[in-house]
């Protein structure tokens, strides 16, 4: 598009929106205000949906590319956050269903898995940053 690859338009979508997940869901758990979940929850279904268009534009763009260490670890990173994000939305959609069904405060099992993805992605930018700079 525009002469643009696609994937240079998609990427910057779930770098933003799983971080700003995490940080909701962060500030929903230690600073006890359990109303931001429900704005993490939502970030966090967005970010597994553009983490897969992501993913999708990133193995097309891959396959007209040279293959070096850099794009590997790039692509590596890229589809583990993918998938982890995938895996935080499955994981938050049916603690969503069950949470209507009863109510059980503590440590979501999810937000660790959150945290490790707003990681990986960060980590996937930052390689893919380096990688188009050529550093």
């Known amino acids: 598009m525009f002469g ?6 998609v990427i910057h979508f779930p770098i933003a929106l799983a971080v700003l997940a995490a940080i909701q869901d ?4 230690f600073g006890k205000r359990p109303e931001l979940h429900r704005t993490g929850y939502t970030l966090s279904m967005w970010a597994a949906l553009a983490a897969a268009a992501a993913m ?3 193995l097309q763009m891959l396959g007209d590319r ?3 260490t850099r ?3 790039h692509a ?8 982890i994000l995938i895996v935080v939305a499955m994981v938050r959609y049916s603690a969503e269903a069950r949470r209507s069904e009863n109510a059980s405060p503590g ?5 660790v898995l959150e945290v490790l993805a707003a990681v990986a992605v960060i980590v996937a ?3 893919g940053h380096r990688l188009v700079l050529g550093l």
């Not at 962060?26 to 758990?29: D, E, I, K, Q, T």
């Not at 440590?107 to 937000?111: D, K």
């Open 125 to 127: 930018a930052v390689t």
């Open 71 to 73: 794009a590997t670890f």
């Open 26 to 29: 962060l500030r929903a758990h």
């Open 76 to 83: 590596g990173a890229g589809l583990t956050s993918g998938l």
């Open 66 to 68: 040279i293959h070096t």
């Open 107 to 111: 440590l979501e099992s999810w937000l």
């Open 56 to 58: 999708t534009t990133g």
């Open 4 to 9: 643009i690859p696609l994937h240079m338009l």
